[in-house]
């Protein structure tokens, strides 16, 4: 069962437009996500990450939202750059506090962003 | 570099075959975890260690597949009897027990089952 779901298996945009990546999640026990991104031949990097007493975190250029209502969240980057180009990984866990380790990863996106 | 370690990078096996990957942590995280990554796929959770003990294992880690760490450092997963569906990239993470909440990964071990 997919907990966490990336309906979007890819998304092209312009560089310097902005690019938005889109997560969906099914258990409502899900307290804390986080955003990974990953290079061929790489293993996932840490990108951005909110918990679920928030709504919105910026970091730079990426900006994670999240809808608990709906169960939905978003990343955006803005501008999009060349090198965003990878793959990006919605992740869910559930408890931070004490049990943060088991993440759940949706699909993955295939962002790319051309010049 | 002070990364999560991952040895060999990749692997060939024949069927039937036994193989182990081994990973070796950020040295001051306490958790280490064991993920898989199939084609087009996410990845997904087998196993953690917290210090030296496993504290939770995915139902996707069948009696082939045994994790060890030892000692609270590095770690070992082994698989027994290969079978091509075993074929995958297999994933290590280390965190702190406490502190901002994301996993370090590793570069993966590429497994293919001939």
């Known amino acids: 069962d997919q907990q966490v779901k990336q309906n979007s298996p890819s998304l092209s945009v312009q560089e310097g437009r902005i690019s938005i990546l889109n997560c969906d999640y099914t258990?409502?026990?899900?307290?804390?996500f986080l955003w990974y991104k990953k290079y061929p031949a790489e293993g996932p990097t840490f990108l951005i990450s909110?918990?679920?007493?928030?709504d919105k975190n910026e970091d730079g250029r990426f900006t994670v939202f999240l809808n608990k209502s709906a169960k939905h969240l978003s990343l955006h980057i803005v501008p999009s750059q060349p090198g965003d180009s990878a793959v990006y990984f919605c992740?869910?866990?559930?408890?931070?506090?004490?049990?943060?380790?088991?993440?759940?990863f949706g699909r993955g996106t295939q962002l790319t962003v051309w010049p | 570099d002070t990364g999560v370690s991952q040895n060999p990078r990749h692997k060939i096996t024949k069927r039937g075959q036994n193989v182990t990957f081994r990973c070796d942590p950020i040295?001051?995280?306490?958790?280490l975890y064991w993920y898989r990554q199939t084609l087009g796929q996410g990845p997904e959770f087998l196993t953690y260690?917290?210090?030296?003990?496993?504290?939770?294992k995915s139902r996707l880690l069948s009696d082939r597949f045994s994790a060890e760490r030892p000692k609270g450092s590095f770690s070992t997963l082994e698989i027994q009897r290969t079978e091509q569906g075993d074929s995958a990239m297999y994933l290590c993470?280390?965190?702190?027990?406490?502190?901002?909440?994301?996993?370090?990964f590793g570069e993966g071990s590429r497994l293919t089952v001939l």
């Open positions: 993470a280390s965190s702190p027990t406490v502190g901002a909440g994301e996993l370090f």
């Open positions: 258990n409502s026990m899900f307290d804390y």
């Open positions: 909110i918990s679920s007493i928030k």
């Open positions: 992740a869910a866990s559930v408890d931070r506090g004490s049990t943060l380790g088991r993440l759940y």
């Open positions: 040295s001051e995280h306490n958790r």
């Open positions: 260690f917290q210090n030296e003990a496993q504290l939770e």
